[in-house]
Structures are given as C-alpha cells and as structure tokens.
C-alpha cells in the first residue's frame, strides 16, 4: 500500500493491540471517530508485514523482525464496537459505515412516493419486500411500512429481523424488476445488506404510533421472543427517567406545552419528576393551566404525544446530540 492516511494508521495500531486494550482505546473516541476506524478495519482486511511496520512506526513502536500480517474484515470491527459501544449502538455505527462505504442498487426508489413502492411490491413474497426495505434509509422505509397492510405488514417485519446478508445478485434480480415496473434506473453494483432485529427497530423506531403498536401487538402474537427483543431495543417513553438532567432539558426545548401536557396524562411519577424539573419555573405553571384546561381525552391523544416526544429523543440520540445509557452499555462503564 501507498502512504496511509492518519485514520488508516490509526486502524492499524488498533487491530494490533491487545483486544482488552484496544476496547479502553475506543471507548475514549467519539462515535465519529469510532466509525472512521471501524470502516478502515473493514477494509483494510489482510494487510503485508511492511504496511503494518510501518503504520506501527508512524506510532512511535519499535519493531523488530517479520510482523504477522494485521487482520481486519467485519467481524474484527464489529467486535470491538460491540464491546467498546453496546450491542445496539455498535449496529448503528456498522449500518452507518455500511451504508457510507457502499451505494444502493435502489436509489432509484427515493424518489417514489412510499405508497407507490407498496405499490410496486404488492403481491411479492414478504422476503423480496423486506430485501427492498432494507436497502431503503429508514426513515423512507417506514413510510412504505406503514402503507403494507396487515398481515403483509407483519410478515414483512419478521422478513426484515430474520434475514442475513443478502448477496448481489439477489438484490440486482429485485432491483431490476422494480427498475423494470417502475422505469427507472437501477445500478447493477449492488451492495450487501445485514438484515436482523436491529434494522427492523430502526424502521418502527421512525413509524407513528399506531403502526408501532399494531405491528408490536401482531408480532407479540406471532413471535413474543422477537416482540420482547425489539422492546427492549426501543426507547420508550417510560425510559425518559435514564436521561440526565442536560440531556432531558435539550428534548424539552422541542416540544411544545400541550405536547407535554397530554404526554403526562396518567403518566409514572417519575417520569413527571424528570420532565417537570427540566422546566422553568414559567414553563412548569404553564404546563400545570394547560393540564387543567385540557380535561378528560382519549388515549390516542396520550399516546400520540408520547411517541411525539420519543421521535424526539431518538433523533437526537441519532445525531448524537443526546446519550441515552441502555442496560447492555452497563457493564462497559469504566
């Protein structure tokens, strides 16, 4: 290899340290960061005696003799997010990475509306559908989820938490068809997909919340592991009392009163203790006249707002502006 840039040395020297070490290293980096190294460890799978030397050097590390080729690939980064990051943070950061390193043989669809993608997919088996999703940023992914209807919609979303790596030429037959109804143009250079629950909470993580709570409502009567994994990969509203203090009040300054006045109704003391000391003393008394003035509603309002609120917080998680601490991060805290 030519001379390595300063995230490709960086890489190096990290998949030459001792796993344990190499973990403490990447906690300290910032997920930026961490996914810059984790995408060079991918591709910097196998690497000559020379090129490690010599990033090795670059770090002030004497070496002597012939140095075992470094090994990098998926695996090696993603066992090291995973340590370093949790379970479900080091799946974002990897779908990131994925999605950065390589294009999508359905670009040609973020330009169709999502119910004419329903559209094109209809009658197809749920598999082919989810293939579809999955290549699909999110958000729009959703929104074609949300136009399935049931069963569809469930079998889809068992598709999609299911399914593995999908391989080229799998995705370019798919793409092409819909290329094909659609008129538009597909690329042939498709890249691989990593379906699993992760991607599927990404998707419902952006749904409304009456698509959240029918698909979860079906899914829990289909398959109640699945149900209860993809629970607790979901924040919730309830799990408002995890945020700190500076965290909760950047989520409160984007939600308007009545939002929170209707979010609160019948909602745990501890939630309301969170949000009501994250407010100004003004804010709190004008929460407190809406909350009376709104009287009795129905439960769809409540639970609207709440997933208003959550939307919130798992966009600002998604930017990073935000850190919401999950029970499998507990065990990595230093």
């Known amino acids: 290899m030519n001379d390595l840039n300063g995230t490709q040395t960086a890489a190096v020297v990290m ?26 460890i991918i591709r910097l799978n196998r690497l000559d005696a020379e090129t490690t030397a010599r990033a090795l050097s670059d770090f002030h590390r004497i070496v002597q003799g012939h140095l075992p080729p470094a090994r990098g690939g998926r695996d090696i980064a993603a066992g090291l997010l995973e340590a370093s990051f949790g379970t479900d943070r080091a799946a974002g950061v990897l779908t990131k990475v994925s999605s950065a390193m390589t294009g999508s043989s359905f670009d040609f669809l973020i330009a169709v509306e999502p119910a004419q993608i329903a559209s094109a997919v ?14 699909l ?33 799998a995705v370019a037959i798919v793409a092409e068809a819909l290329r094909a109804r659609s008129g538009a143009f597909a690329t042939r250079d498709a890249p691989d997909v990593l379906g699993g629950v992760q991607p599927l909470v990404d998707i419902i993580n952006r749904s409304d919340a009456a698509v959240e709570k029918a698909l979860l409502a079906n899914l829990e009567a289909r398959d109640s592991d699945l149900a209860e994994d993809i629970r607790s990969r979901m924040f919730t509203f309830a799990d ?16 308007e009163i009545r939002t929170l006045a209707l979010a609160l109704k019948g909602a745990p003391p501890a939630v309301a203790a969170v ?26 309002q409540v639970e609207e707002a709440r997933a208003e609120i959550v939307r919130t917080i798992r966009a600002l998680e998604a930017t990073g502006d935000i850190r919401v601490e999950r029970g499998d991060e507990e065990e990595y805290v230093s």
Do not use: F
């Open 15 to 40: 998949m030459n340290l001792d796993r344990a070490l190499a973990i403490e290293v990447m906690k300290h980096l910032t997920e930026e960061e961490a996914e810059g190294i984790a995408a060079e």
């Open 122 to 135: 209809d009658g197809e088996l749920p598999q082919t559908i989810a293939l579809v999703l999955a290549h």
């Open 137 to 169: 940023p999110v958000d729009r992914a959703a929104a074609v989820l949300a136009e399935l209807s049931d069963p569809v919609r469930t079998d889809v979303a068992q598709a999609i938490a299911s399914m593995g790596t999908a391989s080229q030429d």
């Open 240 to 255: 408002v009392v995890v945020l700190d203090d500076r965290d909760a009040q950047r989520v409160l300054r984007g939600i």
């Open 275 to 300: 949000i009501r000391r994250n407010m100004s003393e003004r804010n709190r008394e004008t929460l407190d006249e809406e909350s009376q003035a709104l009287g009795a509603v129905r439960v769809s």
